[in-house]
């Protein structure tokens, strides 16, 4: 079950919306439709509640159960940097009219309990409550959780069941939609992760390497039995640094790995470097904190998980011939 709290009102200080502006920088925000598109908050539709989630992935997820029944929106656009991303105060103020907000929480959204705090007697939902963390291996956050679970395709069910049981103690009176949409969703999370452990098993035991910048694909790792490898854990001040790209050039000859990838929503320069200086090659970029916009590779959950395995398995067998 998702962990669901009513947040106590806070002690309200009266700003300008110059000076909000000042701190948190310009809008960002997402259409509430099955697409990765940019608008601002949308107004009331039939009355219908409106549901607010920290990232694309899990406005995706979340739609899905929902079908028509509520207006579901992202804070954060296609292609944002979900870790260290900086509210607006138009963020703030969707939020304030939002029923509901959703999180992915084990760390991913520092800045997650803040921004909340701005908001007064709106429910929020843990979406990663009961999944089993791995823990990071390495870094500045070791031992912590690592928070990108719905890379599993296993772990988005929980995630899944949590919407579900969040959307029918927000509006019981559709919770027959909600069940039946969570089930149909999950048999689709079931047939993609097939279909990627499908798609691995082209690779030879010798080829199942997959190296990164961000150590975001651990769950994946796991489910298909890849080993892993990547500059840094998590998405922070300290990336691409020459410990970190000498480390993995070390892990890179000393396996003779023929490809390397980075993620969308950071720079590649170092792990382009780390390509380089070990004879491999860089083979393209994955998805993992954003979807992508319509009309490009990830517009939705499914095609991420789609598109990373396609990627990383081009990449691969490519470059070991």
Not at 129 to 154: C, T
Request: glycine share 4%; aromatic share 8%.
């Amino acid at each position: 079950m998702a962990a669901i709290k009513k947040l106590k009102p806070p002690v309200f200080i009266m700003l300008s919306m110059l000076a909000l502006t000042t701190v948190f920088g310009c809008t960002q925000s997402l259409k509430p439709e099955d697409t990765a598109q940019v608008q601002t908050s949308s107004p009331r539709v039939d009355g219908k509640k409106k549901v607010l989630t920290t990232f694309t992935i899990l406005a995706d997820m979340a739609r899905n159960v929902a079908g028509d029944k509520l207006v579901v929106e992202s804070i954060t656009r296609p292609g944002a940097e979900i870790h260290d991303y900086e509210p607006t105060p138009s963020d703030i103020k969707r939020a304030q009219e939002a029923d509901l907000v959703l999180f992915n929480g084990l760390g991913l959204e520092r800045w997650f309990e803040k921004f909340m705090g701005s908001v007064r007697n709106v429910t929020s939902a843990n979406l990663s409550e009961g999944v089993q963390p791995i823990a990071i291996a390495s870094g500045a956050y070791l031992n912590k959780p690592n928070p990108h679970a719905w890379m599993s395709p296993n772990d988005a069910a929980i995630y899944v069941e949590n919407i579900r049981s969040s959307f029918v103690k927000l509006d019981p009176a559709n919770e027959a939609t909600y069940n039946a949409n969570a089930k149909a969703y999950i048999q689709k999370l079931q047939q993609v992760s097939q279909e990627v452990k499908t798609q691995l098993a082209t690779l030879s035991p010798t080829q199942r390497y997959l190296v990164t910048c961000e150590g975001a694909f651990s769950y994946m790792a796991r489910d298909y039995g890849l080993q892993e490898a990547y500059l840094w854990a998590v998405n922070s001040e300290q990336e691409g640094t020459p410990q970190q790209i000498a480390r993995v050039i070390d892990t890179v000859r000393k396996n003779k790995i023929p490809a390397v990838f980075c993620e969308t929503t950071v720079s590649d320069k170092a792990q382009r470097q780390v390509a380089r200086e070990s004879n491999s090659t860089f083979a393209g970029v994955l998805y993992v904190d954003s979807l992508s916009e319509v009309g490009k590779p990830a517009a939705t959950f499914l095609d991420l998980q789609r598109y990373n395995a396609s990627t990383l398995v081009q990449g691969l067998l490519s470059k070991s011939k």
